[in-house]
């Protein structure tokens, strides 16, 4: 088994069916992404390039986008920066509130802009 594998079957419930449910949907979304262990968290790159990371962290999980600089304004009301320069994330405490629509558009613009530097 893949450490990033490992990782995420190793959750406590809910964490661990929020964070299969993600990798359903990042997975689904973007076929050619591969999933990684860096930096001792899923990480999920396309080529060279990060993508995506998924995060347990405190009472929910994250899922944080590197390109976030890219993402359209639309979603800066789903997005939480908390003090970080470059990264915004999703956080989700329960599956119910997963909203898969925004998550996949999100991925989608994400990977649009892979190539492009994390700074806009």
């Not at 949907?25 to 995506?52: F, M, N, Q, S």
């Amino acid at each position: 088994m893949k450490p990033a594998e490992a990782y995420i079957l190793k959750q406590l419930e809910p964490f661990r069916f929020i964070m299969m449910h993600l990798q359903a949907v990042i997975e689904h979304t973007l076929p050619d992404a591969e999933l990684k262990y860096k930096w001792r968290i899923p990480c999920y790159y396309i080529g060279k390039r990060p993508i995506c990371y998924i995060n347990q962290s405190k009472d929910y999980v994250d899922v944080g986008f590197w390109h976030s600089a890219h993402i359209s304004k639309e979603f800066d009301s789903y997005l939480v920066s908390e003090n970080r320069k470059i990264v915004k994330s999703l956080r989700y405490k329960s599956l119910e509130k997963i909203d898969d629509d925004v998550l996949i558009a999100i991925l989608k613009e994400v990977h649009l802009h892979r190539d492009k530097s994390f700074w806009k």
